[in-house]
Nanobody, 123 residues
Framework: QVQLVESGGGLVQAGGSLRLSCAASGSIFSISAMGWYRQASGGQRELVATITRGGTPNYADSVKGRFTISRDNAKNTVYLQMNTLKPEDTAVYYC?????????????????WGQGTLVTVSS
């Protein structure tokens, strides 16, 4: 019923920039926190950044000062601006959102994940 669709991944040289987008669709009443996670090959999924509905961000130490998370509540979309990319940022990036959804009240709460988008940073 609710889907998250990511876009913006790709191949970039070290020091370059990429901007990821994630749009939620479906019978959405509201979205609380949204975030980005990543999983490198052979690694575990880890938090990159989250943002509250009110716009308060939280970042992993490894990306502070380089990545910026933002959201547009009217569009049910979250963004991740990634600057000064490093080879160690190479991973599949996943969007996550806490969604209240349904055709009418009482709405259901669901934590939703996107399908992932690959970011590759070459040295």
């Amino acid at each position: 019923q609710v889907q998250l669709v990511e876009s913006g991944g790709g191949l970039v040289q070290a020091g370059g920039s990429l901007r990821l987008s994630c749009a939620a669709s479906g019978s959405i009443f509201s979205i609380s926190a949204m975030g980005w996670y990543r999983q490198a090959s052979g690694g575990q999924r880890e938090l990159v950044a989250t943002i509250t509905r009110g716009g308060t961000p939280n970042y992993a130490d490894s990306v502070k000062g380089r990545f910026t998370i933002s959201r547009d509540n009217a569009k049910n979309t979250v963004y991740l601006q990634m600057n000064t990319l490093k080879p160690e940022d190479t991973a599949v990036y996943y969007c996550n959102a806490g969604v209240l959804h349904g055709p009418f009240s009482p709405y259901q709460y669901q934590e939703v994940w996107g399908q992932g988008t690959l970011v590759t940073v070459s040295s």
